[in-house]
T-cell receptor, first 113, second 112 residues
Framework: SQTIHQWPATLVQPVGSPLSLECTVE??????LYWYRQAAGRGLQLLFY??????ISSEVPQNLSASRPQDRQFILSSKKLLLSDSGFYLC????????????FGSGTQLSVL | SQQGEEDPQALSIQEGENATMNCSYK?????LQWYRQNSGRGLVHLIL?????REKHSGRLRVTLDTSKKSSSLLITASRAADTASYFC????????????FGTGTQLKVEL
């Protein structure tokens, strides 16, 4: 069966520090991968998605970047965090094709202080 | 911009009552999906309805889709305290590539 791992669960970082959040998927090949951010009590904002290794689509210009070095690994990064980067970050995957559902990781609560 | 907008933003009901949440969207879709999120957790897929379908059932869930009004509703019948969560609609819209766009969500509280 397929599983998705996202870590860490919580993270407290000072302003200006770097960030690296990692997400890995097991039990499937060539998935579409997604990073979403959720502000407290709000909906999900799509940040990045990837349809293959090295292929990254950015939805919102911002202080973050994403990379997909391996088929089932998706990394969210920042060189210098801002206060506005605080939020709940969710990684998700789905199989290629139309009409597929998303499977979400358990999320990372990031607080930038 | 968000494709889907749910209403109400918050809903509080008694156990045993039915809960109805609505979602509106702006552009043509391939399908619309509903997800549930418990506080501080990832989202879980509930049900998917395709653009050529009008109604779909899964257990206590009933979803309707009106493409002429660009709207959908999620009905949870005989609600339970365990149904307390946030519910989101998400649209897989035509020409949207591989993106799934989420609405702002409805926070449902079911009280004993």
């Amino acid at each position: 069966s397929q599983t998705i791992h996202q870590w860490p669960a919580t993270l407290v970082q000072p302003v200006g520090s770097p960030l690296s959040l990692e997400c890995t998927v097991e039990g499937t090949s060539n998935p579409n991968l997604y990073w979403y951010r959720q502000a407290a009590g709000r909906g999900l904002q799509l940040l990045f998605y990837s349809v293959g290794i090295g292929q990254i689509s950015s939805e919102v210009p911002q202080n973050l970047s994403a990379s997909r070095p391996q088929d089932r690994q998706f990394i969210l990064s920042s060189k210098k965090l801002l206060l506005s980067d605080s939020g709940f970050y969710l990684c998700a995957w789905r199989t290629q094709g139309v009409g597929e559902k998303l499977f979400f990781g358990s999320g990372t609560q990031l607080s930038v202080l | 911009s968000q494709q889907g907008e749910e209403d109400p933003q918050a809903l509080s009901i008694q156990e045993g009552e039915n809960a109805t949440m609505n979602c509106s969207y702006k552009t043509s879709i391939n399908n619309l999906q509903w997800y549930r999120q418990n506080s501080g957790r990832g989202l879980v897929h509930l049900i998917l309805i395709r653009s050529n379908e009008r109604e779909k059932h899964s257990g206590r869930l009933r979803v309707t889709l009106d493409t002429s009004k660009k709207s959908s509703s999620l009905l949870i019948t005989a609600s339970r305290a365990a149904d307390t969560a946030s519910y989101f609609c998400a649209t897989d819209h035509r020409g949207g590539g591989n993106k799934l766009t989420f609405g702002t969500g409805t926070q449902l509280k079911v009280e004993l």
